[in-house]
């Protein structure tokens, strides 16, 4: 019985490994790249362009963030909302005698609001020019970035450009499950739809996203997503209501300076918003937590425990489950051996989605650079 029973699981999960392998958008190849061309810097006029950078206790990397907006192109505007750091983050900002930097002192966190979102509101207020740049504090970005990211938005007429800034993988836990957080995220929201308009993906990385102003006008600003967990993704879609197209991608050319030397960091990192993707819902939890198991669990008890066509069902399964995992691995420079230890993380990103669904019926909705949000400020 033990026997018949896992053959038929292991089926399944060669099956679901195959389908994750031929569906047409391909979402686990590195297709959707960009790449920063440094000699676009010399002659980029960047006049209408202004950067947003929300900061709160980003003392540690913020001055490479600003450094690396010297070297992106004449006439950029910067503003940097300081979000009531008290690690001198406004100050080390000024330090850095970056021509066109405003540094304004933000107001308390308003009612309702996330605190990135309500930073990003107060600033927009005050911007003229056509496009806007939203860059995370922790984000440095190669020369020539944001003309790229400008020459892309009008080439191909998109009202919101974004990029998948490359985290640092150089811890032990940075190698086992930061290559795996991108090679999820595009399962999920696969870029290739999102980037032909499809109406049920919309999809965007919010570390370093280019935006015409207009859009955001009509959308009503950031209040159109002021409570958002995932408010990247929030945007895009907000953006392709009002007739706007979207384009998200991979990248080397914005690098995140923020590192997590242990699980329990990257951990925080993906139970802030890994129940909000399942919109909350104990029966997608349940779904995704046997789709997770028949995936990531089947083909190693069949390969390990199983006898015959069941044992060879899940090596198979497990080869195929490697090899989707292999590209990411690929473009982020990482071993490919790594890609046989995706049993194990998907139990991790398994458990820490667990997590995220006991921290929300336990009342904390999302938690982040020292606040909390509960349930109750839900719309």
């Known amino acids: 019985m033990f026997d018949s029973i896992l053959f038929w699981l292991a089926l399944a999960s060669l099956v679901v490994w195959l389908g994750v392998l031929v ?37 540690e990397s913020i001055a490479a963030t600003l450094g690396a907006l010297k070297a992106q192109g004449e006439g950029l505007s910067v503003i940097l909302v300081d979000d009531n750091s008290t690690d001198g983050t406004a100050d080390i900002a000024r330090a850095t005698g970056l021509a066109g930097l405003t ?51 009008v080439a191909e007429n998109r ?8 985290l640092r993988m150089a811890s032990l836990a940075e190698k086992l499950l930061i290559p795996a957080f991108i090679y999820f995220f595009k399962l999920l929201y696969p870029f290739a739809l999102s980037n032909a308009g499809s109406r049920w993906i919309a999809a965007s990385a919010g570390g370093c996203v280019l935006v015409e102003r207009r859009a955001l006008t ?8 002021h409570d958002a967990v995932i408010d990247d993704c929030t945007l895009a879609r907000r953006i392709r209501d009002v007739g706007g197209r979207t384009w998200v991608g991979v990248t080397r050319s914005a690098i995140s300076l923020r590192g997590y030397d242990d699980i329990a960091g990257i951990h925080a990192m993906v139970a802030r918003s ?17 789709a997770m198991v028949v995936m990531f669990w089947v083909p190693p008890v069949a390969l390990l425990a ?29 071993a490919g051996a790594w890609a046989l230890a995706m049993p194990l993380i998907g139990t991790i990103y398994l458990a820490m989605t667990w997590s995220s669904a006991l921290r929300y019926w336990q009342g904390l909705r999302s938690a982040w650079r020292g606040r909390d949000y509960h349930r109750e400020r839900e719309s």
Do not use: H
């Open 23 to 59: 569906q047409p958008w391909l979402p686990w190849l590195m297709r959707e790249r960009f790449a920063a061309d440094p000699g676009r810097v010399d002659t980029a006029d960047l006049s209408d362009i202004t950067v947003i950078v929300p900061a709160r206790d980003e003392a």
């Open 103 to 153: 540094v304004m002192n933000g107001a308390p966190l308003a009612e309702g609001w996330t605190g990135k979102l309500w930073a990003l509101e107060q600033a927009r207020e005050m911007v003229t020019t056509n496009r806007i740049v939203l860059l995370d504090a922790d984000i440095w970005i190669a020369p020539g970035t944001i003309a790229g990211l400008k020459d892309r938005a």
């Open 159 to 166: 009202a919101l450009v974004s990029l998948m800034a490359q």
């Open 218 to 225: 009509q959308i009503g600003g950031f209040g159109a997503l």
């Open 274 to 290: 890994a129940y909000s993707q399942l919109r909350y819902s104990p029966w997608l939890l349940a779904g995704c937590t046997v």
């Open 306 to 334: 199983g006898e015959g066509a069941g044992q060879a069902l899940g090596a198979v399964a497990w080869c195929l489950m490697a090899a989707s995992y292999v590209p990411t691995l690929v473009f982020y420079r990482q």
